[in-house]
T-cell receptor, first 108, second 113 residues
Framework: AQRVTQPEKLLSVFKGAPVELKCNYS??????LFWYVQYSRQRLQLLLR??SRESIKGFTADLNKGETSFHLKKPFAQEEDSAMYYC??????????FGTGTRLKVLA | GAGVSQSPSNKVTEKGKDVELRCDPI?????LYWYRQSLGQGLEFLIY????????KSGLPSDRFSAERTGGSVSTLTIQRTQQEDSAVYLC???????????FGDGTRLSIL
């Protein structure tokens, strides 16, 4: 079965520290890869997608096909980054599989 | 422009009652998804609609759950004979097409007494 694994349910880092949110998927082929974020009292929203190769709010995500990983990274965490993050690989057949999410807490 | 709209935002009902949750997707989005988000859990896929194709109902947890999408736009998720374990936030999302980013509504918080 196709699976998405976000191994950390909770990740706490200090402000200014680097952060890496892990995501591993078990897919054949080349899925489209997304990260979604849900800030407190806001709706779930797209953070970034792999194909855009962009940096959003200082976050980047690198696809490693060999390791089937799509980790989300930011060199210097900010308090406003505290949120719930979901990894979502999407392919033609698997359009709606989300990881279980990682809650990021950035401590002052 | 308007985003995905869900109603009601909150619903409290007694065990055994039927409930209907509504989702109004972004205009022009052909794909529509329903998810369930329970406390401390991730997103659980329920059902997916794509254009005029038959919906993918593989995520519906029991035959008490059903959904329809009329005219390729508004969707209704119905839960019959509600149980306490149905208490959760029900999220709807839409996207332009498959493999495109999903746009989420605020969800309906369902509480079964």
């Amino acid at each position: 079965a196709q699976r998405v694994t976000q191994p950390e349910k909770l990740l706490s880092v200090f402000k200014g520290a680097p952060v890496e949110l892990k995501c591993n998927y078990s897919y054949s082929g080349s899925p489209e890869l997304f990260w979604y974020v849900q800030y407190s009292r806001q709706r779930l929203q797209l953070l970034l997608r792999h194909i855009s190769r962009e940096s959003i709010k200082g976050f980047t995500a690198d696809l490693n096909k060999g390791e089937t990983s799509f980790h989300l990274k930011k060199p210097f965490a900010q308090e406003e980054d505290s949120a719930m993050y979901y990894c979502a690989p999407t392919s033609g057949t698997y359009k709606y599989i989300f990881g279980t999410g990682t809650r990021l807490k950035v401590l002052a | 422009g308007a985003g995905v709209s869900q109603s009601p935002s909150n619903k409290v009902t007694e065990k055994g009652k039927d409930v209907e949750l509504r989702c109004d997707p972004i205009s022009g989005h052909t794909a529509l998804y329903w998810y369930r988000q329970s406390l401390g859990q991730g997103l659980e896929f329920l059902i997916y609609f794509q254009g005029n194709s038959a919906p993918d109902k593989s995520g519906l947890p029991s035959d008490r759950f059903s959904a329809e999408r009329t005219g390729g736009s508004v969707s209704t998720l119905t839960i019959q004979r509600t149980q306490q374990e149905d208490s959760a936030v029900y999220l709807c999302a839409s996207s332009l097409d498959v493999n495109q980013p999903q746009h989420f509504g605020d969800g309906t918080r369902l509480s079964i007494l």
